[in-house]
């Protein structure tokens, strides 16, 4: 059992963690896309080339990320933590 102040790593986090629309959702899924890491070490444009995913998603996806101070395109690293707090807000 997590607590509001029990951390997450953000490292293989479910991309539920972003607050998209569920076509978004949906499209990242079916393109392989499934952890905020695997989202964030794509550009706009490697994105724009999945089939389903357009500027729409696109800026679903940004807004989503900003969010949680990530943005698309940069590097990655491991073991930054967000609050389970946020996991509860977006249930």
Partial sequence: MTNSNDVINTDMASL???ELKVRT???LRENGVSTIKDVMQKSEQELMNFPGIG???INDLKEGLQELNKKLGTNYWIGEKIP???ELELK
């Fill in 55 to 57: 500027r729409h998603s």
């Fill in 16 to 18: 539920c963690y972003v």
């Fill in 25 to 27: 959702w949906n499209q």
């Fill in 84 to 86: 389970v707090q946020l």
